[in-house]
């Protein structure tokens, strides 16, 4: 499929993006109304003081049924003063960040960050408002009423703090400016109310809206961000095509950059006099974009760029078409992050596979962060954990897509995050993954819930359910739920409807609990040709079991007991012979079942041998023929 591009044909983007953007809102009796904004902004930077002055036009419209009185913006700079909520809580936390630490509460005047309202208007009346840490809170002149569209004109200025965490200047790979979080952003109203969190280092939710940016900055520099260049002849850095004529429009040694971002919820750009901008053009049309310093790490940029593309087209094909026409992958930040058609990764001495493993994670994001949307400071874990887990199953698939090691490999994806995870839940430090991602004690805790157990939620799935569904729910949740900002429920009720088992139980003890999975096999005793195996439920989290037989001879057989409250059971995975046992209930310590062989012609009985399952203890998962036991 070809697709339009969108620096050619704005207008016709903007058209049928615009109408994608109001579809959320559904009807007037739909629970689940989006909000939506129109931004328009122009800014001017200055590269010597590195200040910036800038208007911002806002366009929102209230899809909720909801009367706003007041409406919130986000200053994310304000985070990089002294004394911020995020400077206090990066030096006391138990295990800070160290690419944070105490570095914000040393920062001299020049070196801060700020974001400074200078006026601001609703449909042309004055408005009142205070800045509040890095919330600026509004009194609105006129409640918005339901369904109502208003205007907010703002004018700012801000100052880029020296690069610290993910956003700022002049990092420690000499990228002059990682442009996220750099404007006044209204905060996000759903069905839970406002949600207008301090900035301290976290993560992100934002309004489904279009943006329209301009920036003005030296003409030596080149921009690499989020959205359509809307005039690539005037600007020429190699977004012309081949054979187009550029006419630089120089006005006082500065350039004008016009970019489009349709259908988003924030917008970052970067900028450097020193990137070297190459592009790839995938057979579906996606355009792929990369920005890196030249001279530095030149050969593993230079074989990033087909890798990306075959790891691109993987993830369409598996997770989801995307749906944007281009991808820009750019070096800047201070290691990996995410935003809307582009990430900020730092690139000057890694491994290409290094480079492309972090490549992969931070556009797999798009997927999770950029086109679902989900409340990712509520919910980190259905971003970081999904991206996580889809990330090993895109790298297994680039390193053995066929061949004898494709099935380990596979296995290894279908595994994600367990390390992680058992680590810190038999640490005791382990919080539910319920928990806000600004108010976990530690960020040990956070990034295992996050990241390892948020990927075990979506690799285990595929124990519970049957890879196969799994599979198609990844799809179908994709192609439900995008632009829509999803939940838990959300996700969960996609796996139920492709897997037509109950599974609610699965998100009341994996999310809301600490609760740990271990199950063993408790004793096998052979009575004349049969064999009577007991297996026991240690840990509080229960799961269906499978249970696979291994004889002597080599074959296999599978003994399945579904979990009562499944309602149902998962369809056979193997080739192998496979017996459906009755129901075993969460309540009963243990379960005993027989096998119609006599226990001699068995070399072994094991729980879950695909180590899909989370169990806190594998040690006690298999039982061993005697003469094994002695030959090992």
Known sequence: MKKRKGAMIWVMVWLSITSWAQEPALTKDSDRWQQHIEYAMEIDMDVNTNQFTGTQKASYTNNSPDVLNKVFYHLYFNAFQPGSMMDVRSRTIRDPDRRVGDRISTLAPDEIGYQKVLSLTQDGQPLDYETVGTVLEVNLAEPILPGETVIFDMTFEGQVPVQIRRSGRDNAEGIRYSMAQWYPKMAEYDYQGWHADEYIGREFYGVWGNYDVKIKIDQ?????????????????????????????????????????APNVHDFMWAADPDYQHDKITMEDGTVLHFFHQKGQNDENWKQLIPLTERAFAFASKTFGQYPYDQFSVIQGGDGGMEYPMSTLITGERRSLQSLLGVTIHEFMHDWYHGVLGNNEALHPWMDEGFTSYASSRINSHLNSPEGPGARALRALGNRSGQGSYLRIAKSGLEEPMSTHSDHYVTNSAYSAASYGKGAVWMSQMGYVIGEEARDKALLEYFETWKFKHPNPNDVLRIFEKVSGLELDWYNEYMVYTTKMIDYGVQEVVGENNTTKVTLEKIGEFPMPIDVVVTYQDGSKEVHYMPLRMMRGEKPAETNDSRTVHPDWPWTNPSYAFEINKPIGEIASIEIDPSGRMADADRENNKWEAQSLKEKK
């Open 220 to 260: 030596d520099y080149i921009i690499g961000g989020t959205g359509y260049l809307q005039n690539p002849l005037e600007i020429g850095h190699g977004y012309e095509n081949e054979g187009q004529t550029v006419n630089k429009k120089v006005e006082n040694g500065k350039l004008t950059w016009h970019f489009y």
